[in-house]
């Protein structure tokens, strides 16, 4: 059974680190998540956060996302977002409510061995008339070498309703981070790192790789001891099918 668990364990980490350098290879058309991240994979019981997030892109275009987690077991958790968008010289306007279940099947021991793998399925409710969108979302993180983490997400995404395009919308996010020595501004938990977000297109038809969204740029994390923490992270376009360049910051607090 211990060399069964070992080769999974193996498997897994060697389809994630495929996942993880494909996506730094080719880099995987649409207009880019402004307030996407490389998720997690951890579930931690009674464990409650709120968070906000706001992105801008390069033509003036700024998106929000405002959050909030519960896990009730330590292997379920709920999401629940309100997403919000301004197109250029517009307002703001909701764009949609999600309901996002996260279940984590596999957990990094203390350690390090193993690796933490989850699944998400969100569903989000469309503001108007246009289709809703459901995904499924394949998380998998893992420290090594003391300070380091990689993560890893596989993304597909699917329209439903009324206007819907059908096909299935393919997605892969990578990040790797390291903790760094550093103490400023109350925090000695930092972490430095760069992150990829590559978007492949639809399943119906995927586009050549100049014409796929590929992104990518350095990420800072930081968190205190009051549960406080900040993400954000500057991506530029590498290919033709990408937004030029864009930013984001994320602030949230786990209670």
Same mark, same amino acid.
């Given at each position: 059974? @211990?060399?069964?668990?070992?080769?999974?364990?193996?498997?897994?980490?060697?389809?994630?680190?495929?996942?993880?350098?494909?996506?730094?290879?080719?880099?995987?058309?649409?207009?880019?998540?402004?307030?996407?991240?490389?998720?997690?994979?951890?579930?931690? @019981?009674?464990?409650?956060?709120?968070?906000?997030?706001?992105?801008?892109?390069?033509?003036?275009?700024?998106?929000?996302?405002?959050?909030? /987690?519960?896990?009730?077991? /330590?292997?379920?958790?709920?999401?629940?977002?309100? *997403?919000?968008?301004?197109?250029?010289?517009?307002?703001?306007?909701?764009?949609?409510?999600?309901?996002?279940?996260?279940?984590?099947?596999?957990?990094?021991?203390?350690?390090?061995?193993?690796?933490?793998?989850?699944?998400?399925?969100?569903?989000?409710?469309? @503001?108007?008339?246009?289709?809703?969108? =459901?995904?499924?979302?394949?998380?998998?993180?893992?420290?090594? =070498?003391?300070?380091?983490?990689?993560? *890893?997400?596989?993304?597909?995404?699917?329209?439903?309703?009324?206007?819907?395009?059908?096909?299935?919308?393919?997605?892969?996010?990578?990040?790797?981070?390291?903790?760094?020595?550093?103490?400023?501004?109350?925090?000695?938990?930092?972490?430095?790192?760069?992150?990829?977000?590559?978007?492949?297109?639809?399943?119906?038809?995927?586009?050549?790789?100049? /014409?796929?969204?590929?992104?990518?740029?350095?990420?800072?994390?930081?968190?205190?001891?009051?549960?406080?923490?900040?993400? *954000?992270?500057?991506?530029?376009?590498?290919?033709?099918?990408?937004?030029?360049?864009? =930013?984001?910051?994320?602030?949230?607090?786990?209670?």
């Amino acid at each position: 059974m @211990k060399a069964l668990n070992f080769m999974t364990t193996r498997f897994f980490k060697f389809v994630a680190t495929i996942s993880f350098v494909t996506g730094l290879a080719m880099l995987p058309a649409q207009a880019q998540s402004l307030t996407g991240n490389v998720g997690s994979a951890g579930v931690t @019981k009674a464990e409650q956060s709120v968070e906000a997030r706001l992105g801008l892109d390069d033509e003036g275009n700024a998106a929000s996302r405002i959050h909030y /987690d519960n896990a009730f077991t /330590d292997w379920y958790q709920l999401r629940l977002i309100g *997403s919000f968008s301004k197109p250029d010289s517009e307002d703001w306007d909701l764009t949609g409510l999600t309901v996002e279940n996260w279940f984590q099947w596999s957990e990094e021991q203390a350690d390090n061995s193993g690796f933490n793998g989850g699944l998400r399925f969100a569903y989000g409710f469309a @503001k108007d008339d246009g289709p809703d969108e =459901a995904e499924v979302r394949l998380t998998l993180t893992d420290k090594f =070498a003391g300070d380091w983490e990689w993560r *890893s997400n596989l993304i597909a995404e699917i329209e439903t309703g009324d206007g819907s395009d059908g096909g299935v919308d393919l997605e892969l996010r990578g990040q790797i981070s390291r903790a760094i020595n550093v103490s400023a501004l109350g925090s000695d938990d930092w972490r430095l790192g760069v992150e990829v977000f590559s978007e492949l297109g639809n399943s119906r038809n995927i586009p050549g790789f100049d /014409d796929q969204a590929h992104q990518v740029g350095p990420v800072v994390k930081i968190g205190w001891d009051n549960g406080v923490f900040v993400q *954000s992270a500057v991506r530029v376009g590498i290919t033709g099918g990408a937004d030029d360049s864009m =930013a984001k910051v994320f602030i949230g607090r786990e209670f």
